[in-house]
């Protein structure tokens, strides 16, 4: 149990156009998803906070207007990168966590990720 | 500073040796996980601690907390090739202010030759 998916796991995009990516809990409901980034040999850095039914909160210095949000249903959030530039590469992963009632609530599943390359 | 810090940052051992990875918090920690990952994929949740002193063990890997000192140590028994990989702690320093938001340490690269 406790399996989140994320679709696609690559994409390769041009410069100016905007990705969409997707993260599903599949056996569970979620009603907070997290999405971190990731780059090469570094840790991970939580982006935003992705709450259903309301705004997403974004963390100091991650804009908000590039990085879009939204938390369509207890099941799944989306991140969209928004005119990406070369520097918007990285790896992207979500992560949920089961909340009460539905297994260890305490505990964060991640995805598999999706790494973005923007030409 | 980091607020959660790993060490080693990496490591090599021959397979069937013993290994500890480290973490440790600047902050009060209200839960420490951790998980394996492979590189471009996804993190493998392998312990959550959450109460000074407690210890988890799961196959070959244990894991500690040490509340006082806010560490953590994750140790690995006889290390075998399919423990390779990049092991991260993750720290919930809000508690049930910012439920579920982990800082990350910075990982430790573990190598395992056979």
């Known amino acids: 149990g406790a399996v989140v998916s994320q679709h696609p796991s690559r994409v390769i995009c041009k410069s100016g156009t905007s990705v969409k990516i997707e993260c599903r809990s599949l056996d569970f409901q979620a009603t907070t998803m997290f999405w971190y980034r990731q780059f090469p040999k570094q840790s991970l850095m939580l982006m935003a906070t992705?709450?259903?039914?309301?705004?997403?909160?974004?963390e100091q210095g991650v804009e908000k207007d590039k990085f879009l949000i939204n938390h369509a249903s207890l099941t799944l959030s989306t991140l969209t990168v928004t005119s990406a530039h070369p520097e918007d590469s990285s790896f992207y992963i979500c992560?949920?966590?089961?909340?009460?009632?539905?297994?260890?609530?305490?505990?964060?599943?991640f995805g598999p990720g999706t790494r973005l390359t923007v030409l | 500073s980091q607020e959660l810090e790993q060490s080693p940052q990496s490591l090599i051992v021959q397979e069937g040796k013993n290994l500890t990875i480290n973490c440790t918090s600047s902050?009060?920690?209200?839960?420490l996980y951790w998980y394996k990952q492979k590189y471009g994929e996804g993190l493998i949740f392998l312990m959550m601690l959450q109460k000074g002193g407690e210890e988890k063990s799961h196959e070959k890997i244990t894991a500690k907390l040490d509340e006082k000192k806010q560490q953590s140590s994750l140790h690995i028994t006889a290390s075998q090739p399919s423990h390779a990989g990049i092991y991260l702690c993750g720290a919930d320093h809000a508690g049930g202010t910012s439920y579920g938001k982990l800082t990350f340490g910075q990982g430790t690269i573990l190598t395992v030759h056979p």
């Open positions: 992560s949920a966590s089961p909340g009460a009632g539905q297994g260890n609530p305490d505990t964060q599943y």
């Open positions: 902050k009060t920690l209200y839960g």
């Open positions: 992705s709450n259903e039914g309301s705004k997403a909160t974004y």
